[in-house]
Every structure is written in C-alpha cells, then in structure tokens.
C-alpha cells in the first residue's frame, strides 16, 4: 500500500484491523502513488508473500492521483503475481480509468462523486485473477464476500434488500453522463481543475500537491500561509457564503482546504467558487493577491475559444 | 397606467381588451413612473372619469422600480377619488413594500419570483375602496370577481379546485423567509443588484435603467453597444455556459438582456453569473473591459466587512 | 344549457357573469343531457340566437355522463349552426371522446382528474368554426382569449410565464396513459365503476345516477338513505379512515358522497376503498346490507377471469 | 442461535464465515424461539464458552415473532454471562421492544421496515457490557467495528461519508411516528395483524406460525394447500394486480406467501391488500373460502367501534 494521505492511511488501518499485515510504502502526502518505489518493493518481495498492491487512484484527502498504467508496467516488470487494487472513489466517471485495459484486479467505486448521487452505494470491478483469488482466500468475511452477489447476478436478483432508490438514481447518473459524453466529462473536469489551479497561483497560494504530473482532475487542495488556520477559515466561508470546503488531514491538518470541482458542475457555478473562495480569503485575513477568479476567466474562455493549448503555454 | 415597459404595456392592452379605456402615460422605457406626471394627468380629469392608477411596483421587462409613496403622495395631493393599483410581481417579498401603509388599493403579487416557487399562483391585497368598487362594478368578469373567493376564504376553503401543491409550497417559502429575516432578505437584493450594477459598469457598459433612483433590486437590463445582437448573445451564453438570461422588448428589442438577482440566490450564486456573464461577453465578441466580476467581489467583500458605506462613496 | 348538475349550474352563472343570456334546460341532478331535449330547444330558435350547445361530458357532482354523439346527431339533425361546447374536465383520458369524430367545437380539459396531475393547467381543443367564431365574437376578454397562445403555439412557446412543472408532469402523464394503452386505461375505468356500483347495490344504497345509460364511469354518487347526513359520514370516514370522498351539492346536499374512480387507481386500490366505505357505513350506524364489497370482488375476478362478459348478464 | 426460519439461518452462516462457531438450536420453521432450550444450552455450556445469545424478535421470514422478556429470564436464570444479541429489523418501531428494560446487549435494528424508509441505514444499541466485550474480542473486523461511530458520536458527526438522505428520512420517520404516538402505532399493527390472520382463518388456509403466542405483528406468512406453487400464485398477482408479496424459503420453499402489515399502513391499505389477496387466490386456482376480507371488515370495526375485546373472544 502507497501511503498518498488520508484515505490510503484509512485502507491501510483497515487492512490492519482485518488481520492483515501491510506495507506502507510512505509519502509526504503531497504526490501520487510512485510506480519506481512500488516496482522496488516487489522486488525485494522474493517470497512472493505480497498479495497485492493497492492504490487510490485519486486521493480525495490531498487531491493526487496516482496513474495507474505505469504502476500497472511496473508490478508487470517484476513478474511479481500480486493482484492490482485501485481505490476510483473520486475519480470514476470523472476521468479517464480502464479496468480492463491496465489489467486492474479489483477496482473500488462509489456513487456519491462523480456518479452525482447520494452516498449509500459501492461497486467492485473483479478480475478472473482476483475471483480465483477470492476462492482461495482465508480472510473471514460475510459481507464483503463476493459469492452471494456473483450467484445473484446471475438472476438480476440482490442477495439482500436492495437500495433501489440507489440503483434506480445509478440509472439516470449514467444517462446523464452518456447524454454529456464521457469524453466531454472528462473534459469538463480536466478544464475546471486547470481554473482552480489557475486560481490558487494567481493568488500566491500553494497547490498541496506538488508536482503537476499528480494534478487532480477533481480536488485541489490549497495551502494556507503559514499562521493562517484552514478550519478558521472554512468555518468562515461556511457562514458567511455557505460554502463548505473539504477538511485537511494528518500532517498538514488545519493547514490546508480542499476544493472539489467534480460530479454536476459546470464553468458558472465552478466560477461562483472560485469567486467566493477569493472574496472569503479576504474576509479571512489570508495575505493573497487579487486576481484569482479572473485568472480562472481567462482560462475558461481561452478553453472555449479553442485557445486552451495556447493558453496552457 | 404608466409606460414603463413591455409589462406595463400588456396591462395597458389587457384593460383594453376588457372594453376598459386606459390613458398610457409615454415613457421612453428607461425609469420608473414618475409621479408628477401622474399627478398631472389627474388634475385635467376633472370629471374624475378616471377609475384607477395601475404602475408596476418593478418593471420586469426594464428593471426600473417605481417608488410606489411618491405616487400616492401625488394621489392624495390631487384628492382624485381615483383607486391605486400596483403590480408587485417581480419586486414582492424580495423589497420593501407596503400595502396598508402606502393605502395601495390593489396589489396583485405572483408566486414565481421573489416567492421562490414555480409559476401557478397569484395573490390580491384589497383594500376596504378595492372592496367597495367592486362591488358597484359594472365589467363582466367571473374567475376574476373575488366575491367566491372572499366567502370561502371566511371557512377556510377555495371556490375552486385549489393547487394545492402551490399553497404547501408557499407555505415552505414563508418559512424561508422568516428564517433569514425580511430586512436580511431586502439587504440581500439590494447588495447582490449593486454588485451587478458594479459589475456592469466596470465592463464599460451601459444599464438600461437611466436614473439610479429607479434602480431595481431584482433585475438590471445590460444595454450592448450599437450593432450589437443581445438575442445572439443570449444564444450564445445559453448553449455555452446553460445560463439563461431574460430577453429584451419593445424600442429595445435585442438591445439588452436581463439579470435577475431575485428570490432563492446568494452572493457565491451571483458572481458565478456574473463571472459567467463576463466570459459569455468575450466569447461573443461584445466590446468591453475585464474586471466586472472583481469589482463586484469588491463590493460584496466590502459589504460583509461592514466597509459597505465607505465603499460605496 | 343544461342542467346536469353542480358544475353545469357553475357554467351557466360562470355564462351569466360574463353578460351572456344562458338557457338551462331543467334537470333532476340524477341523469346526464338528454339529446331530444337539446333539439327540441334547438328548434324552437328559429332566429338562431342561441350561439352555443355546453354540455359537461360528465357531471362530476353527480356520476352522470352524457354521450356526446347523440347530442352530436341531434344538433345536425336541426341544422342549427350552435357551436357545441364541451366540459371533460373529469372524463378525459378516463373513458372514449372523440373531439373530432363527433366535431365538438370546444373541448374543455384539465390535468387534475384523468391525468392524474396536481390542479394547476386546463386546456382547449378548437374547430375551426370556434376559431372563426373567435374572431368576431364581442365578448370582452384577455386571458381568456385564445391569440396569443395560438400565435405563440407556432414557436413552441408561452405567451406568458409558463407552469413548467405542470407541462413536464404532461409529458409523463401522457407517457404512462400510453404505455398501459388507452383502450386499457378505458376498460380499467369501466371495470372499476361496475365494482363500486354492485358494492352499492349489494349495500342496498341507492346510485344517484338513476339511468344505467348515464353511468359514470369516474364517479359513483352514492344516496344514504332518508335521515343520514351524508356529511356526518364523510367526517367520520375522514376521521376514522383517512379517506376523503367528495361532497354533495345542490337538491341532494348532504344526502350522497362521492367515490372516485379515475386516474392512478387499480383494483386493489379500488377494493381498499370499497371495503372502506362498507367499514365506515357500519361505524356511522348507516342502515345497509353486507356483502358490498364481496359483491365488488366477485366482479373483479370475474372480469379478470374472462368471464366479466357473462358476469354482466 | 435459535433457528426460527431463513434469516436466522443467514445469521447464523454469517457468523460461521466470520470464523465463529455458532450453536444454533434446531427448530422447524413455525414458531419463535423457545426460552426453556436457550437455557437448557446455556446450562449444558458449564465452561461459558457460549459468548452471546442471539434471537431475532420477529423472524421476517415465517411471521414468527420471539418474546424477549421470557428469554431474558432464562438467561438471568442461568447465571451465564453469554450477552444477549436481538436482531429487531422487523418489529422496531412497529411493536413494543425495550433494549434497557430488557437488558438486552445488542439491538440491531434498520431503516427499511417500520421506520418506513428505503433501505440503507441500520443501527445498533449497545449495553456497557457490549463495549466491554468489544474491547477484548478477537474477532478482526473494520467497518462493523464500533470504535469510529462511538468516537464521532461524541462529536456529532460521522466517521465516514454519511448517507444524510437516511438520516434526514429517518429525523422526519420519527416526528411522524411520535404524531401518531408510539402506542397507536402498535395498536394498529396488532389490529391489522389480527385482521389479516382472521382473512386467513375464513379462507380456509393455514397460517404458518402454527402457535399464537408467536404470531407477529408485522408479517403473516400463508400456507398454501399441498400441490399449490406459492411462487406461481405470487407471480400471478403480481402480473395481475400489481402487488407483490415476501416469498418462502427453506423447507417450506414455494408452499407459503408472505403479507406485510407494518409501516405506513393503515386500515383501508390493509383491505385493500387482503381483498386483492382473495381476488388472486380465485384467480389462481387456489382451494379456498370466501369471506376473509369479509372477515377481517368485521373485525376491524369491532376494533373501531370499542367492541375489539368483545370480538375477539
């Protein structure tokens, strides 16, 4: 397991708590997942004792994503048989992700991102890999075993009561995303992010995540100066503008907020958080430069003139 | 009745199609009533020949409201018998406004603005002369006649089969409103209309309402420069950014759009219209100057600092 | 005219309100229009001042539909250019009209019975001959006037600030009537009517309709018997069960209740209701016989069976 | 483990996959669970290896539901210290149950039966000697561990993403169950239980509960006559009469139908549900007598009209 901030550290308790014992490759929780360091380990693994790697794909917690295809090269390069686990919870349906093409064993979703839904609803993705694995497997389970729903499929039937309100919203999320295009979701999400990223620099502030190859199509977590406490100022943001920021975590708690520009948003209402954000930074007392929404303009309407790539140079 | 606008007008044909004989004070489209001229046009009627004086609390079409005292200051100095008649539609419960106290006659207010519901329901605030002249009225009328209504309205019961659906949502409204405070709701519009006006002016162009004193606190009407098509950039934004905007009428006819800054909408909610409205600008080619969406960030900052007076001088 | 009932006593003071000089043709609030009678009026008009033959194709007071191809016939067969007006209010999508078939010049619709709506939209369908009428019609009227929606109609649009919840709702209604298949939705009313009429005659009530040809197939009007307040059985009904069963009017106020049978209902629903209505005549002490709603299943069954043919012999 | 029918089998399997080794008491599907054998095993297990006692209140499969109290006592009268686990998925809310009277350790209820909302929340409450065991149990587990929720609790909010559409459902299930009043609310599902189980008895056919003082309040499950397909009956009046009913399981697989008389029911629903059931058992073929709906009218108004005691005896 890659240790990329909060929510790898939560699988990782998790995994703990289920009587496993997992390698935690660290991180400064502030980049994605690295394929070298992870090739590294399994190498050092000639025992073959790993059972596999696990990754989120987008970590919510600090706003990196991780690519899967070159860790998918990189275990590949070992030879190593451990499966490939990706956590998609905030990245499906937002951007691009191919379980079957980078050979992904068990890919994890939820409904309550990009599939615009309310929370109550999770998905896997298995491989033939991981379904022989599953037969195999000592882990106590009940619930999280696969078997009664893989024979209920079968009949289009649950094995327990479903939530159908869950399913039956799934339907229409998916329409919607084929009515827009899948290419042009991940478009979507691809140019509010690059605002928001826009925004953050042209006020002086840091994006968390430090090295634009691990960019977020969906979060950007923004850092605060030094002295400036993100809870203060999100409680701030909250009650004047009712806007509410994701929280920060771990090392950098109350250091930094988290802006998600993903699932049912589009440039006005993406632009009406930016702008709140600079004008709620004023409020606050954060040092800043003004500029930042304006910033986002430009690169929006550059992106909708066909001028995005002139602008992105 | 007074020609403040394509509303206004509509009133003036509908008493016209009731057999009625509407005098139509001219007006370039541009204000609000002016209450000398009504007081003008009272004194020649010396015959007192005249039933009524219709004005529109807030032109929708133009976004000039007309200060509703002065008129009936205007009224009350000619001692014309002469009952007042207003149309809140597009300013009730967003604005102050006061039946009983500006002795209005009839207001007819609607459910699908400041209210905050969908279109369905329309209100009347009578007064004891209302109440008397109807009574001697000799238009035919049956839906319109309020006697069904008045007598039902003792047990509690509509005359008709009513909408319900409308009246359990008015309900919530009410409530809603309560909540945040009528004088907070009234401060809401007026800030988020002087933040558009800001917005407006830093691009340079032109509010179609002349003279500030007939400002409205739930629409502003933008004016594009000559040879300008505002249907066009309706379209434009429209199929770009899913915003709609309020079309333009009669002299003004594709001259200018609207923005309504009314009912169930905040200050993050107005700078994504605004910001938006500003990038539909540049893409459409319109002459104008960047910086609408911050100057009206700088107003809003300004007002919740407390810095809002000084700001504004 | 005629006087089927409540809502066609509505009509003609509705006609009488408006300046016009109604005729009602008598009737006992217990059948529907009688065609002979029509032009037995027709006839006596020699000067053709009568301008109009308003019939409601069902009395929603009463339970009593009046076949509108007869009254048809009988308007040809006097050559009287009377336009022929009609009220489907709580007829339409619930049983056969054929507004062309049978050249009806208005039809008058609304979306809160058979289309299963809130309250909220009403609709006309036209002949050509109602539009030519228009034209030269002196009737005072605005709203009531059909231009502007006919000019509008073209475009696709409102002439005023449309209830788009309304239309949205439309479409699905019309969606579902479509999909059950109208021919279905038609015989499911008739079987329905034919349910709650032997649940009432196996009470030994009495149906207020007195001429089976008259029957309702969207309301059954049930008689209590001399010295019952049907109000009073109404409260208690309400109070007890949590069911609503419409009023009584006119010569036969407080002496029936009304049990509706149209719109989203099935058998099941409909038995609920029939099984109710015996529990609550029990409860009030009302004098009636057993075996209503045995009566009502037997029916059911029988017509589910295939047998509902020779159940009706 | 007490073996009163399907999901006290699946509960039991549960706790085998998680690596427990479950007793489970042998019973036939027909009646809940029987106090004297709890205590007789507790009695045997002189090494108290037994951890926990657990019952299901009311089994949801078989309509057999389990009295607390008397299991309580024979526990009490072992003086064994296994905890006592009720699974009360399909009586909370709907009958009475008392978690601390009881002292029951463990109370596992859900959101998708009497507190009427669709399914996706469930709860537990604990007793301090549950807390006690969970801190020194073994058992590896993660999100059935109570440590997170006990934590947040404290702080009023979630340990994970909360589905607050279930938590706002459920704070709106519980105003309007204190509406009604919790002692209304079990009445009326005594009363329509006894109603259905008198449908029952009428047409003929047997109850699966074959004792009452195990008969539920919130579900009966039907017998059908030997070489009667229960699935095949279902299936027939879902298809005709849109109504689905729980379905049988284990040894009595296709020879039963399941009502539920719980949640948001009222009397005229019940009917409704019992009339439909004789109309499809006509339909179906099934042997039977007339009159259980008949039955159960009779009843229901005994129980309305004060004579509930007089009736029953």
């Not at 390698?23 to 590294?40: M, N, Q, S, V, Y």
């Not at 295009?181 to 995540?209: K, P, Q, Y």
Request: proline share 4%.
């Amino acid at each position: 397991m890659v240790e990329t901030g909060q929510f790898a550290t939560q699988w990782k308790d998790m995994a703990r708590k289920l009587g496993l014992k997992p390698e935690f490759i660290p991180g400064d929780w502030r980049t994605g997942a690295d394929a070298a360091k992870i090739e590294e380990q399994l190498r050092k693994d000639k025992a073959h004792e790993i059972k596999a790697v696990c990754v989120l794909h987008n970590e919510t917690a600090t706003g990196c994503l991780s690519p899967i295809e070159p860790i998918r090269k990189a275990i590949d390069a070992t030879g190593h048989p451990a499966l490939l686990m990706v956590d998609t919870i905030s990245s499906l349906a937002s951007t691009d992700y191919r379980h079957d093409e980078w050979r992904v064993d068990i890919t994890i979703g939820g409904a309550q991102k990009g599939l615009m839904l309310p929370p109550g609803m999770s998905f896997n993705a298995l491989s033939d890999r991981a379904l022989a694995a599953a037969k195999t497997s000592k882990l106590t389970k009940s619930f999280w075993a696969w078997d009664d729903m893989l024979n209920m499929n079968k009949l289009g039937f649950f094995p327990y009561t479903p939530a159908t309100q869950m399913l039956q919203g799934l339907a229409v999320s998916i329409d919607m995303l084929h009515e827009e295009g899948l290419d042009n979701v991940f478009a979507r999400h691809a140019r509010l992010a690059e605002a928001t990223r826009r925004a953050v620099r042209a006020w002086g502030l840091e994006i968390l995540c430090r090295d634009p190859k691990y960019y977020s199509p969906t979060i950007t977590a923004v850092l605060l100066p030094e002295g400036h406490d993100a809870d203060a100022f999100r409680n701030l943001a909250l009650e004047t503008f009712n806007i509410s920021y994701g929280a920060s975590f771990g090392p950098y708690a109350k250091r930094y907020f988290r802006i998600g520009h993903l699932g049912d948003i589009n440039d006005g209402w993406m632009m009406g958080v930016l702008a709140t954000t600079e004008m709620a930074l004023s409020l606050a007392g954060i040092p800043h430069k003004k500029g930042g929404a304006q910033a986002a303009m430009d690169y929006i309407v550059a992106a909708h003139s066909g001028g995005a790539r002139a602008a992105a140079e």
